[in-house]
């Protein structure tokens, strides 16, 4: 059976999906694992969870995937004083991987947790074999500097907080303009998003992390040389509004095998609006699974 057929075959089924949850620096993370073989990190974005690669595990088959809730998101737990810039989110996903007992994966991150995943490769590249990175924040793009400087500003910070009982209607706002197409949103991914971000300190977690944002960039363009040796696979979609498509090749001249991938009037969530694109293109990248 090809790696096609195989993974229309996994996408007809619903593969076994177990939470688990550990600790993280005196704190309970939560992940989801499915699946034997070789291991696949997962790595969410800023405003997501392990819910959002729901279409993505039952693809991946043939390898062990692990999908974390970071601290501070998710059902997570939301330590008070949470580090949240780049580098110390980079050394928790590393200790989650030592808590989890993998030595080595492939690693798998979109938008802020793309980010997460290239400063943890830099930190420990001899635990990581390929990158998969979708819509990474990166150096050279904009939007996420200029938004940064916009939120954190302290006379929109407590404006900010005012909009947190309106939470449903502005997450649903963002929701929509995350796709690049709205009419492909599916039934239930409001509510699977929302059902976290109303656990209190979900926003303190975001301006944390935006807080630290620009410096983080800089910090990450300086470790891009210790990781351009990765095979690495770019995913982008061509109405992304959050991280810029002109960003894109930038970023792959950093890497010596760089593979861009680029679904055509699709916006910043490619697994979940055109998730049979996206598994494709992940599958055909890792290939047949090695022995573990």
């Known amino acids: 059976m090809n790696l096609i057929s195989s993974l229309d075959s996994a996408l007809a089924h619903t593969q076994t999906i177990d939470e688990h949850w550990v600790s993280i620096d005196n704190a309970r993370m939560r992940y989801l694992r499915a699946g034997s073989g070789p291991a696949l990190l997962l790595v969410h974005g800023l405003l997501g969870y392990s819910f959002s690669w729901r279409f993505t595990i039952p693809a991946i088959i043939g390898r062990t995937v692990y999908a974390c809730d970071m601290l501070g998101t998710g059902f997570s737990e939301r330590p008070a004083n949470l580090n949240c810039s780049l580098r110390a989110s980079a050394e928790r996903l590393l200790r ?4 989890v007992d993998v030595s080595s994966c492939d690693l798998l991150g979109t938008s802020h947790g793309g980010a997460v995943a290239m400063m943890a490769a830099s930190l420990a590249p001899e635990r990581f074999k390929r990158l998969i990175l979708v819509a990474p924040v990166n150096p050279w793009s904009e939007h996420g500097k200029a938004l940064a400087r916009l939120l954190t500003n302290p006379l929109v910070k407590p404006w900010f907080f005012d909009l947190v009982p309106h939470l449903e209607l502005v997450h ?10 709205p009419r492909r949103i599916r039934p239930g991914t409001l509510e699977g998003y929302s059902a976290a971000f109303r656990i209190p300190g979900s926003f303190r977690y975001g301006l944390s992390v935006l807080h630290c944002w620009n410096n983080d960039l ?3 363009e300086n470790a891009l040389s210790r990781i351009s040796h990765f095979p690495t696979l770019l995913i982008w979609g ?3 509004t ?3 498509l002109s960003s894109a090749q930038r ?7 760089c593979e861009l991938v680029v679904f055509d009037g699709v916006g910043h969530l490619p697994y979940e609006e055109v998730p049979e694109q996206f598994n494709r293109a992940v599958v055909q990248f890792l290939g047949a699974p090695e022995n573990s």
């Open 251 to 257: 970023l792959r001249e950093q890497f010596r095998h």
């Open 238 to 240: 061509e109405r992304d």
């Open 96 to 99: 989650f991987l030592d808590a």
């Open 172 to 181: 649903g706002y963002v929701l929509r303009r995350m796709y690049g197409d």
């Open 218 to 220: 800089q910090e990450l």
């Open 242 to 244: 959050a991280v810029n």
